[in-house]
């Protein structure tokens, strides 16, 4: 991990965690980063090169934005379109 | 739980919408509805033998409280309680359930339909359903919101 730079611990559920052959992966990104930069780095993992263009992602267990910044220590999850009942 | 009167979780053990009721009824009320889900032994025509339910459990909890609370103050019920199962279910099995009580029964009714809507298109739960053929598959499902922070 290059200095001033962040760990992210990101889940993953359903069809995403079977492209990605793990239920979690940690990525660095530079402090201030967003889930859209989380999301460009993800993408370079050649088993998650399919994520959709704007795929579901929790921050802290909350629906969150692309634009949304990410902090040392957030909970990211990486969410799949929803089919409970 | 910091509201006696909401009963929300992701459990893998069998779940009823009669045992909700029988929880939650109170002498004030004149109205219990009950909502069950289950697993179907068809859909999309394929023969379906069971469904594997997977949640984001820590997430789904508080969503689903979430969803009560709302669902409470849009009516005038005086207790909602919502499970969902997690795990594998065989047809037949419930899938989730729901049971209101209300002095009267519109109420109950709106708050049923309104939480099992929510559940449908928020709660942070997959399935993957099991073919006769032996195949299975991840079923398409709601894409949601992308943004909820700072909304009710």
């Not at chain 2, 029964?105 to 709660?123: G, H, M, N, P, T």
């Amino acid at each position: 991990m290059t200095p001033g730079e962040i760990p992210i611990h990101v889940l993953l559920f359903g069809y995403y965690r079977e492209l990605l052959g793990a239920p979690s992966v940690e990525v660095s990104l530079p402090a201030g980063a967003r889930v859209e930069d989380l999301l460009g780095r993800l993408r370079q993992l050649p088993e998650l090169a399919v994520l959709p263009d704007r795929p579901a992602v929790a921050v802290n267990r909350r629906y969150a934005d692309s634009s949304r910044s990410l902090s040392r220590g957030d909970e990211v999850a990486l969410l799949p379109p929803v089919a409970g009942g | 739980m910091a509201d006696p009167d909401l009963i929300a979780r992701v459990v893998d053990r069998t779940i009823s919408s009669a045992d909700l009721a029988n929880e939650i009824a109170s002498d004030q009320d004149g109205a219990v509805v009950c909502f069950e889900g289950r697993v179907r032994t068809r859909n999309r025509g394929r023969q379906v033998v069971r469904l594997h339910y997977e949640a984001y459990s820590e997430m789904a909890d508080e969503t689903r409280r979430e969803i009560a609370v709302e669902a409470l103050r849009r009516h005038g019920a005086r207790t909602v309680a919502v499970l969902h199962r997690i795990g594998t279910l065989e047809i037949g099995e419930v899938s989730v359930a729901i049971a209101a009580s209300a002095a009267h029964r519109s109420d109950a009714f709106e708050v049923v339909r309104y939480v099992i809507e929510q559940v449908k298109d928020r709660l942070p739960v997959w399935k993957r359903e099991e073919y006769a053929d032996g195949s299975s598959e991840w079923l398409d499902g709601v894409s949601p919101p992308a943004e909820r922070e700072g909304s009710e």
